[in-house]
């Protein structure tokens, strides 16, 4: 069973006639015991990502679609 799941999180900046993309669709998920890592370049996405997981990006906002679930 997994404590995370990600599922198609999009997470996008801006309004609707210029969004940008910090983050288009992505899904993973985390076991109990796994060590999960997330690497990519500066600008990526990484730290966008976790925050809209952990809920701390303004809501309604940025975040597209997708669910994160715990």
Not at 5 to 20: A, I, M
Not at 45 to 65: C, E, F, H, N, Q
Request: no cysteine.
């Amino acid at each position: 069973m997994a404590l995370l799941n990600v599922d198609q999180l999009s997470v996008h900046f801006g309004d609707e006639g210029t969004p940008f993309k910090a983050v288009d669709r992505i899904s993973y998920s985390v076991k109990q015991g796994e060590v999960v890592g997330i690497v990519g370049e500066s600008g990526s996405g990484k730290s966008v990502s976790s925050l809209a997981i952990m809920g701390l990006i303004d809501y309604p906002g940025p975040r597209d679609g997708g669910k994160p679930a715990l």
